[in-house]
């Protein structure tokens, strides 16, 4: 009941973000398709540090590499950015299976330093691909971005601009993208593997001793992990139509904001990473003339949240409120006549 | 045939030899009580034979099958189920998903036919009205019935059980007992560390002494607590 009420919310919520650019300015197109991706980076980053464990400071590394995998397909191989964006993504994965086979020898903060290590050292050689440019990085030829899948018919359609259509384009698939990520990590996080995953972040001892096996989970969601991040980041690019490996592998952009949403969102909570990226968004609003305050402010604002409100912004709500609209559990099978003694 | 057993292991931490060439065999369905001081190394022996700790020296057989290498995990799904001496709740979950995370996995139960066996276990081991609460905030008994509420939910056919009526008050080991007891009737093999004697002599058949890692005697509880070693070493009595 409570799944149906959610889930028909959410239809209506998506249902009018997909007529945004339909009826919206384009400068608010632009806007949410930034925050749409930052969403997609943040439940993913959410899932890693919050589900599984692995709180990792690398994860601009998956955006990088589908980023410029993407750049590789459509320049130097002439093919669709989209079909690149979907190559971006799995070669981001397979990247990150040698990352695992390295980095998962550390714990805690040697895990988080390692990563890190691996996206400046994932930045530094891209750096080195001259056919894309070196370290000054390169653009997206015009006519790739005009002729890509989608972007035709949506000219057509709304009679927009090329440059509006391919907003469009990539509006609407960061928002798939956005939706699908919350489904999956909804299903994920309810299926075995998912309650496995829960018991290994309270208890690894107590969790091999039940039989789950917490290395493979670990493993599993940041293979999963790395390659929606990959797709994220490649989707990001063409959009932005230019690369730079500073660009691609920020640390500040596609880490440290991400870890900013969620933490303040509410870590190891589904719906966190909304609550976060909504108040990031919000922020940048206001604070985006102020330079480096805006920096200052938002680290501040992180600082405050973990000493004051550990739970973040959401997961202290849902603990006042004692309802939550995405609930991970499951709910023992009550007996069909419980006995008096039973009632809780 | 035995179920499972020790053949000669050995484990050191550092100079410290905790467990020193330690035998024996439990049979199907046996009752199997081990006693000792302190520091005697019994929990160390639980931990090399649930594949926590892995023996410097000796094998450990499960149906006469060498699992010496084998995991935790393995070992969980080939029917070695324990209980932790200081209960380890998986705190944000629920009590009903404390059991369900085991018989999904260690079980080996599909998401149909697991529902049914963990309540069954809860209603057993007197949870039932407890299911749907977070297992961080249990009180001590609760924790210890949900530690083998957990390890019956993995389906073993040996459960270790480490310390499980220690800081219990009388009624409630009693209780406690007769869930073991039933457990044990349904052709369950124990092992069972305690240092609740009278508890444990009501289930065990056979008892084994441990004292600075090795075995000072085995035989049934009357002779090994009649001893007059046992007696000096473990209950400080001058023989």
Redesign the interface.
């Given at each position: 009941m409570r799944t149906l009420v959610t889930l028909a919310i959410g239809l209506v919520l998506l249902t009018a973000m997909a007529l945004v650019p339909v009826l919206g300015p384009r400068i608010l197109v632009q806007d949410l398709f930034k925050v749409l991706c930052l969403l997609v980076l943040a439940l993913n980053w959410n899932l890693l540090a919050g589900f599984a464990g692995l709180v990792s400071v690398g994860q601009q590394a998956f955006v990088g590499v589908g980023a410029y995998v993407m750049f590789a397909t459509t320049i130097l191989w002439g093919m669709d950015p989209l079909a690149g964006v979907l190559i971006g993504g799995v070669v981001a994965m397979a990247l990150s299976v040698p990352v695992a086979f390295f980095a998962f020898r550390l714990n805690g903060a040697y895990f988080a330093i390692g990563t890190w290590a691996v996206a400046d050292i994932a930045r530094l050689s891209f750096g080195q691909w001259r056919a894309l440019g070196g370290g000054t990085g390169t653009a997206l030829p015009r006519d790739a971005t005009r002729e890509m899948l989608g972007v035709g018919a949506v000219r057509d359609l709304l009679g927009v601009s090329p440059a509006a259509a391919i907003d469009a384009v990539t509006y609407w698939l960061a928002l798939a993208l956005a939706a699908v990520m919350l489904l999956a990590c909804w299903l994920f996080l309810r299926s075995?593997m998912g309650?496995?995953l829960?018991?290994v972040?309270?208890?690894p001892?107590?969790?091999?001793?039940?039989?789950?096996?917490p290395t493979r989970l670990k493993a599993l969601v940041f293979l999963l992990t790395a390659f929606a991040t990959g797709l994220c980041g490649a989707l990001l690019f063409i959009q932005t139509g230019r690369i730079t490996p500073d660009a691609a592998f920020s640390v500040i952009d596609w880490t440290a904001f991400v870890i900013f949403i969620v933490v303040i969102g509410g870590i190891g909570t589904l719906p966190g990473p909304i609550v976060g990226v909504l108040v990031f968004y919000a922020l940048q609003q206001l604070l985006a003339d102020y330079g480096t305050v805006y920096l200052i402010a938002l680290g501040l604002i992180g600082i405050a949240i973990m000493l004051f409100a550990r739970r973040g912004l959401w997961g202290g709500l849902i603990h006042r409120i004692g309802y939550d609209p995405l609930p991970l559990?499951?709910?023992?099978?009550r007996?069909p006549h419980p006995t008096q003694?039973?009632?809780? | 045939m035995a179920i499972l057993s020790l053949q000669g292991a050995s484990k050191s931490f550092g100079a410290l030899k905790v467990t020193d060439d330690v035998s024996f065999d439990l049979a199907p369905g046996e009752a199997l009580g081990i006693i000792g001081p302190n520091g005697a190394g019994k929990s160390t022996l639980f931990n090399l034979i649930t594949g926590n700790l892995r023996p410097d020296a000796g094998r450990v057989m499960l149906d006469e099958r060498d699992i010496t290498a084998e995991t935790p995990m393995q070992r969980c799904a080939s029917g070695i189920g324990r209980s932790f001496q200081i209960p380890q709740p998986f705190d944000h979950l629920t009590v009903y998903e404390n059991l369900l995370v085991a018989a999904r996995f260690g079980g080996g139960l599909s998401g149909a036919a697991a529902p049914a066996v963990c309540m069954d276990i809860l209603q057993r081991t007197g949870l039932s009205a407890l299911a749907d609460r977070k297992a961080g905030g249990l009180p001590l008994l609760n924790r210890k019935r949900l530690e083998l509420a957990r390890a019956l939910a993995t389906r073993p056919r040996v459960i270790l059980l480490d310390e499980i009526a220690g800081g219990l008050t009388d009624a409630e080991c009693v209780d406690l007992v007769a869930t073991i007891r039933a457990i044990h009737a349904e052709g369950t093999a124990i092992i069972w560390i305690e240092h609740v004697l009278h508890a444990l002599t009501s289930v065990v058949t056979r008892l084994i002494a441990l004292n600075f890692g090795r075995v000072l005697m085995s035989g049934t509880p009357e002779e090994v607590m009649a001893s007059p070693q046992v007696q000096e070493i473990y209950l400080g009595i001058e023989a």
């Amino acid at each position: 009941m409570r799944t149906l009420v959610t889930l028909a919310i959410g239809l209506v919520l998506l249902t009018a973000m997909a007529l945004v650019p339909v009826l919206g300015p384009r400068i608010l197109v632009q806007d949410l398709f930034k925050v749409l991706c930052l969403l997609v980076l943040a439940l993913n980053w959410n899932l890693l540090a919050g589900f599984a464990g692995l709180v990792s400071v690398g994860q601009q590394a998956f955006v990088g590499v589908g980023a410029y995998v993407m750049f590789a397909t459509t320049i130097l191989w002439g093919m669709d950015p989209l079909a690149g964006v979907l190559i971006g993504g799995v070669v981001a994965m397979a990247l990150s299976v040698p990352v695992a086979f390295f980095a998962f020898r550390l714990n805690g903060a040697y895990f988080a330093i390692g990563t890190w290590a691996v996206a400046d050292i994932a930045r530094l050689s891209f750096g080195q691909w001259r056919a894309l440019g070196g370290g000054t990085g390169t653009a997206l030829p015009r006519d790739a971005t005009r002729e890509m899948l989608g972007v035709g018919a949506v000219r057509d359609l709304l009679g927009v601009s090329p440059a509006a259509a391919i907003d469009a384009v990539t509006y609407w698939l960061a928002l798939a993208l956005a939706a699908v990520m919350l489904l999956a990590c909804w299903l994920f996080l309810r299926s075995r593997m998912g309650l496995g995953l829960q018991a290994v972040r309270d208890n690894p001892v107590a969790a091999q001793s039940v039989g789950v096996d917490p290395t493979r989970l670990k493993a599993l969601v940041f293979l999963l992990t790395a390659f929606a991040t990959g797709l994220c980041g490649a989707l990001l690019f063409i959009q932005t139509g230019r690369i730079t490996p500073d660009a691609a592998f920020s640390v500040i952009d596609w880490t440290a904001f991400v870890i900013f949403i969620v933490v303040i969102g509410g870590i190891g909570t589904l719906p966190g990473p909304i609550v976060g990226v909504l108040v990031f968004y919000a922020l940048q609003q206001l604070l985006a003339d102020y330079g480096t305050v805006y920096l200052i402010a938002l680290g501040l604002i992180g600082i405050a949240i973990m000493l004051f409100a550990r739970r973040g912004l959401w997961g202290g709500l849902i603990h006042r409120i004692g309802y939550d609209p995405l609930p991970l559990g499951h709910a023992a099978p009550r007996p069909p006549h419980p006995t008096q003694e039973e009632r809780p | 045939m035995a179920i499972l057993s020790l053949q000669g292991a050995s484990k050191s931490f550092g100079a410290l030899k905790v467990t020193d060439d330690v035998s024996f065999d439990l049979a199907p369905g046996e009752a199997l009580g081990i006693i000792g001081p302190n520091g005697a190394g019994k929990s160390t022996l639980f931990n090399l034979i649930t594949g926590n700790l892995r023996p410097d020296a000796g094998r450990v057989m499960l149906d006469e099958r060498d699992i010496t290498a084998e995991t935790p995990m393995q070992r969980c799904a080939s029917g070695i189920g324990r209980s932790f001496q200081i209960p380890q709740p998986f705190d944000h979950l629920t009590v009903y998903e404390n059991l369900l995370v085991a018989a999904r996995f260690g079980g080996g139960l599909s998401g149909a036919a697991a529902p049914a066996v963990c309540m069954d276990i809860l209603q057993r081991t007197g949870l039932s009205a407890l299911a749907d609460r977070k297992a961080g905030g249990l009180p001590l008994l609760n924790r210890k019935r949900l530690e083998l509420a957990r390890a019956l939910a993995t389906r073993p056919r040996v459960i270790l059980l480490d310390e499980i009526a220690g800081g219990l008050t009388d009624a409630e080991c009693v209780d406690l007992v007769a869930t073991i007891r039933a457990i044990h009737a349904e052709g369950t093999a124990i092992i069972w560390i305690e240092h609740v004697l009278h508890a444990l002599t009501s289930v065990v058949t056979r008892l084994i002494a441990l004292n600075f890692g090795r075995v000072l005697m085995s035989g049934t509880p009357e002779e090994v607590m009649a001893s007059p070693q046992v007696q000096e070493i473990y209950l400080g009595i001058e023989a």
